[in-house]
């Protein structure tokens, strides 16, 4: 009878410590409510004398400039069934006058360059400013910023803060920018000083051919707009890209019976998760899935990149752990319910492990940003005077003092997804 009643005791501590650890999943999104068609899309070519080095086609070598905006545009015809205007833009616009195949052909040639200063902080305001509902407006540029006869290096916050004010309080604009990497003819190059002039002789690089040189498109509008643009992925090919002020669309998901690791048990039909046990010698893997087909190339890259995942409460961060994988990663692993991830509509599953986890936690969330990347503060070259062709690849010359303005006003300061477990009392 002892030993009955002991193993009772036992058993009831057990089945209550099991208890403790069930957590119901739910998940909540940052959306937009989407009003705003597509009914006119504009594209500006920036065409300061610099931007000639990217077409330039009497030097062998990989210019896609000249091959991206004609298929860009056609695409963009095509699926919006309109037609794209086509605007040149530096001191002032221009609505170009002809038919698009001379458009083209003068871009190909480079001869619809011309050597007039563009004051990039001017250009980025009038686009914004003249983007009206209903309008997708497309900027391409070299984003070199050049303040003329003031130092652009100790004076550069003047373009942030003029762009700035251009955008701040302005909740309903998506922007997005794409980098592309060319080679470019040094010719055409100027430095932060200006050096040569109007003389190509005294430039430097003079009639050298320099590597992986970025220039960028940029789409701006209503957000909504901006997203329909994104998800025809008819902007493609590109190096990197970010994505200010856009949500992601509405994305399914839900947690998956397999695959898991550890004393864990999954319900998918209640979206329960059971945690029995968990130390640091046996973590604990649950994985969640999710329906991104709908979304663009873009926000696909968004959800594959970890350092967007946080966990609140914050020092929940040290014992959980994140992988994003794509079906066919995934299915080539060896795991249990492959028939059912192969059927299911998931396209991304995200796979959390938890290591020494307290099980007196009453709620935690996982929580996915859009947070600015990396590559766009790397890419910024604090001065570009008398440097080698060598540190010019992959740079541009004052480029945060650009992305900054952005950065301020669209701060990544809530998740667009988020998926919380709940402790059930």
Not at 38 to 62: C, D, F, P
Not at 175 to 200: E, H, M, P
């Amino acid at each position: 009878m002892v030993f009955f009643v002991g193993a009772l005791v036992l058993l009831c501590c057990t089945s209550c410590k099991e208890e403790r650890g069930i957590y119901t999943f739910s998940k909540s999104q940052a959306t937009v409510v989407d009003t705003v068609d597509i009914k006119e899309i504009k594209l500006y070519l920036e065409t300061s004398a610099s931007m000639r080095g990217y077409v330039n086609s009497n030097v062998a070598g990989a210019y896609p400039l000249k091959d991206l905006v004609p298929l860009m545009v056609t695409d963009l015809d095509t699926h919006f069934d309109l037609k794209t205007q086509l605007i040149t833009i530096s001191d002032r616009q221009r609505k170009f006058p002809y038919s698009k195949d001379k458009f083209f052909e003068k871009l190909r040639s480079g001869r619809i360059f011309s050597s007039t200063s563009s004051k990039l902080q001017n250009i980025f305001s009038d686009v914004i400013s003249e983007t009206s509902i209903g309008t997708v407006s497309i900027l391409i540029s070299d984003c070199i910023p050049d303040l003329g006869k003031i130092n652009t290096i100790t004076e550069g916050s003047k373009i942030t803060n003029h762009i700035y004010r251009t955008i701040a309080g302005n909740k309903n604009l998506g922007a997005t920018v794409f980098q592309y990497q060319s080679d470019f003819n040094g010719t055409f190059y100027y430095d932060s000083k200006n050096t040569g002039g109007r003389r190509s002789s005294g430039r430097p690089f003079y009639k050298k051919t320099l590597n992986n040189r970025p220039f960028y498109v940029w789409v701006f509008g209503e957000q909504t707009a901006v997203a329909k643009l994104l998800a025809t992925n008819i902007i493609k090919d590109y190096d990197a890209a970010h994505a200010y002020n856009v949500s992601l669309n509405n994305t399914e998901s839900g947690l998956l019976k397999h695959p898991k690791s550890g004393k864990i048990s999954i319900n998918p039909e209640k979206g329960t998760l059971l945690i029995k046990e968990i130390d640091f010698k046996r973590p604990a893997l649950f994985t969640v899935g999710l329906n991104g087909s709908s979304l663009s190339k873009l926000h696909q890259e968004q959800l594959l990149d970890t350092t967007n995942y946080t966990v609140t409460p914050a020092y929940i961060q040290e014992f959980i752990q994140f992988e994003i994988k794509q079906k066919e990663a995934l299915l080539s692993e060896d795991i249990k319910d492959k028939s059912k991830i192969q059927n299911s509509s998931y396209t991304h599953f995200l796979q959390s492990t938890l290591v020494d986890f307290d099980l007196d936690t009453q709620e935690f969330s996982i929580n996915i940003f859009s947070k600015e990347p990396s590559w766009i503060q790397n890419t910024s070259l604090v001065d570009d005077l008398g440097v080698t062709a060598a540190v010019l690849e992959g740079k541009t010359f004052g480029f945060r003092f650009i992305t900054d303005a952005f950065a301020k006003a669209y701060p990544s300061k809530d998740p667009q997804l988020k998926f919380t477990l709940t402790k059930q009392e």
